[in-house]
C-alpha cells in the first residue's frame, strides 16, 4: 500500500461549488501533514498545513482524522484560479515530505 | 527576493554526460532537500540534508550526489546521465522540525537526449 494516497481525479466542478477531496496515509507515526497546491509546470506551493483541530483560512478548511488515517480539504465557493492540483503530504523534517501524486481539480465557468 | 532559487530552468543533455544544477536559499532555513517529479507528476524526496546530517533516499542511484558549500545552497550533481534522469528536479528548504513547512524552488527540467 502507497504511504499516501489521493483520488487523481479530475473534479470539474462548477464555479462557485464546494468541493471536497480526501487523502488516506498509512504509517501513522508521522505527525504533520499539508497540502499544496501545484499548477501547471509550476512548483508545489504550501496552501496550508493540517492540524489535529483542523484549520481553516478563507475559503479553505483542511482536517485531519488520525482515527481513520485521512485527511480532507474543502474549498467554498470556487474561483476558476483554483484549478490546479492538490498535493497532500505527510513527514517532514529530516525524511522530507511524503507526497500524494495529487488530485486535479478543474472549476468550470 | 526569490527565496529558493534554481539554475537552471532548463536543462538539455545528452546520455552518459555529468551535470549539476545549483539550488540557494535566502530563508535562513537550515535543512534543504531535493526531490525529483517524473512524467506521471510523482514527487519524490531523493536527499534531505543539513549541517548536521545527510539522509539519502534508498532508492536513489549513487550517481546522484547533493554538495552543500554552506547552509544556503545544496547543489545536486549528477554523473552519467542516463534516460530514466529525465525529470523535474525540485529543490526546497524548511526549518528543521517535522512541523515545518517546506518552500520549493520552481524546478529544473531535465531532458535527457
Known amino acids: 500500500r502507497k504511504e499516501v494516497e489521493q483520488d487523481p481525479g479530475p473534479f470539474n466542478v462548477p464555479e462557485g461549488a464546494t468541493v471536497a477531496f480526501n487523502c488516506t496515509y498509512s504509517?501513522?507515526?508521522?505527525?504533520?501533514f499539508f497540502w499544496y497546491r501545484q499548477d501547471c509546470r509550476k512548483e508545489p506551493k504550501l496552501l496550508m498545513s493540517?492540524?489535529?483541530s483542523g484549520n481553516e483560512d478563507g475559503r479553505f478548511t483542511a482536517q485531519l482524522n488520525r482515527a481513520s488515517q485521512y485527511i480532507s480539504l474543502l474549498i467554498r465557493d470556487s474561483k476558476l484560479s483554483d484549478s490546479a492540483t492538490y498535493l497532500c503530504?505527510?513527514?517532514?523534517?529530516?525524511?522530507?515530505?511524503?507526497f500524494g501524486k495529487g488530485t486535479h481539480l478543474i472549476i468550470q465557468p | 527576493d526569490t527565496a529558493v532559487s534554481q539554475t537552471p530552468k532548463y536543462l538539455v543533455t545528452q546520455m552518459g554526460n555529468d551535470k549539476s544544477i545549483k539550488c540557494e536559499q535566502n530563508?535562513?532555513?537550515?535543512?534543504m532537500y531535493w526531490y525529483k517529479q517524473d512524467s506521471k507528476k510523482f514527487l519524490k524526496i531523493m536527499f534531505s540534508?543539513?549541517?548536521?546530517?545527510?539522509?539519502i533516499n534508498e532508492t536513489v542511484p549513487n550517481r546522484f550526489s547533493p554538495k552543500s558549500p554552506d547552509k544556503a545552497h545544496l547543489n545536486l550533481h549528477i554523473n552519467s546521465l542516463e534516460l530514466g534522469d529525465s525529470a523535474v528536479y525540485f529543490c526546497?528548504?524548511?526549518?528543521?522540525?517535522?512541523?515545518?513547512?517546506?518552500?520549493f524552488g520552481d524546478g529544473t527540467r531535465l531532458s535527457i537526449l
Open positions: 526546497a528548504s524548511s526549518f528543521t522540525g517535522g512541523n515545518q513547512p517546506q518552500h
Open positions: 504509517n501513522s507515526a508521522s505527525q504533520s
Open positions: 493540517v492540524y489535529s
Open positions: 503530504a505527510k513527514g517532514g523534517g529530516a525524511d522530507g515530505l511524503t
Open positions: 530563508l535562513g532555513h537550515d535543512t
Open positions: 540534508y543539513n549541517n548536521k546530517e545527510l539522509i
